[in-house]
């Protein structure tokens, strides 16, 4: 079956501008990862889904920073006013559940630049 | 502040031979490790993990070992092949309430030479 899946796979941006990434998870994983990885760095929490509960924001570092997800299905990550120091990996991830083992499904990611 | 250190930023070992990537960790509430490799240009994906209740895991020629009293844990991949060349990551969660939340090390990138 298909994996989890990021558009764009590259996105170069002027400073101050919004850009919206795209995740499509793997069919019927309740839950829902995003993350970011800034160059020499390790994969940072930004927000997680599960379900229909309230999402947990607390990793995200600004107001600047939004996401949505409808139901179990595709995820966008919006940053507004783009910064220079957004720019990073932008990785996806889901999983059937929280609880367990918990292994997560990574997507390849959206490198974001922001110029 | 890190609580996940992977303080190799590098490591290179000849084809056969043993790799050994180390990951030390200072929240003593994490009860669940995770290794990750991630190959250039893909997401990172799920190698092997272990519980804080065993000290040992062992899938083919992965083996990681956990050392609780030292908050430390190593990924053992014997023998090493050039297709293990990547960036491993080491991961931990907690207990409790969201426990859903990976922490991640920088990682270590593994060169394994023909």
């Known amino acids: 079956g298909a994996g989890v899946s990021q558009s764009p796979s590259n996105k170069v941006t002027e400073k101050g501008k919004d850009v919206e990434l795209r995740c499509d998870p793997i069919?019927?994983?309740?839950?829902l990862y995003w993350y970011r990885q800034r160059l020499g760095q390790g994969l940072e929490f930004l927000i997680y889904?599960?379900?229909?509960?309230?999402?947990?924001k607390s990793g995200l570092p600004s107001d600047r920073f939004s996401a949505e997800r409808t139901g179990e299905s595709v995820s966008t990550l919006t940053i507004q006013r783009t910064q220079q120091e957004d720019s990073a990996v932008y990785l996806c991830a889901s999983s059937f559940r929280t609880s367990g083992r918990n292994e997560q499904f990574f997507g390849p990611g959206t490198r974001l630049t922001v110029l | 502040d890190q609580q996940v250190k992977q303080n190799s930023p590098s490591l290179s070992v000849q084809e056969g031979r043993i790799s050994i990537l180390n990951c030390d960790y200072t929240?003593?509430?994490?009860?669940?490790f995770l290794w990750y490799k991630k190959y250039p240009a893909e997401g990172p994906t799920f190698l092997i993990s272990i519980s804080s209740i065993k000290d040992k895991n062992e899938d083919g020629r992965f083996t990681v070992f956990l050392n609780k009293s030292a908050k430390h844990l190593s990924l053992h991949i014997v023998p090493s092949q050039p297709g293990d060349s990547a960036v491993y990551f080491c991961?931990?969660?907690?207990?409790?309430?969201?426990?859903?939340?990976?922490?991640f090390g920088k990682g270590t990138l593994l060169t394994v030479n023909p």
């Open positions: 991961a931990a969660r907690s207990s409790g309430g969201s426990n859903y939340k990976l922490t």
């Open positions: 929240n003593s509430m994490f009860d669940y």
């Open positions: 889904f599960q379900g229909n509960s309230a999402p947990d």
């Open positions: 069919s019927g994983h309740t839950a």
